[in-house]
């Protein structure tokens, strides 16, 4: 029980699983409450969307830049509306896949130029910056 409220960041008393599990990223939490069913392989964390070029290329802002269109969904742990350096980047919704490291990726909104990412260990952005 410990480990679960660390993860959803609550105190140790008046712990409520019901209450955990309806704020996972994919609910699983009904009427009966099953700790390895429910819970295992979930994360509180809440991850936002972006549109990117799945496209890897190797590292280097002008190679990825050079990829057309954004047309795949990718996910990262940072406050912005894209990655900055130092968030963590994933292809799916759960955080579960981190994107390729030493990898370079096109992302933006379809409109712009848009942007690059380098991934490092892990899938942590280690430099970002925009294309001209």
């Avoid at 799945?54 to 990829?67: F, P």
Wanted: a negative charge; proline letters at 3%.
């Amino acid at each position: 029980m410990s480990a679960i409220a660390t993860e959803f960041e609550q105190g140790s008393s008046n712990m409520s699983l019901y209450t955990f599990g309806s704020t996972l990223p994919t609910p699983t939490v009904t009427s009966n409450i099953e700790l390895a069913n429910d819970f295992y392989g979930q994360s509180a964390v809440t991850l936002t969307e972006f549109d990117y070029n799945s496209t890897s290329t190797s590292l280097g802002g002008q190679n990825a830049c050079a990829l057309e269109g954004f047309e795949d969904q990718a996910y990262h742990d940072g406050s912005g509306t894209y990655p900055a350096v130092g968030d963590y980047v994933y292809s799916d919704s759960s955080g579960n896949t981190p994107l390729t490291s030493n990898r370079s990726y096109k992302f933006g909104n379809g409109t712009q130029s848009g942007g690059y990412l380098n991934i490092g260990a892990s899938g942590v952005v280690s430099m970002d910056g925009n294309c001209r």
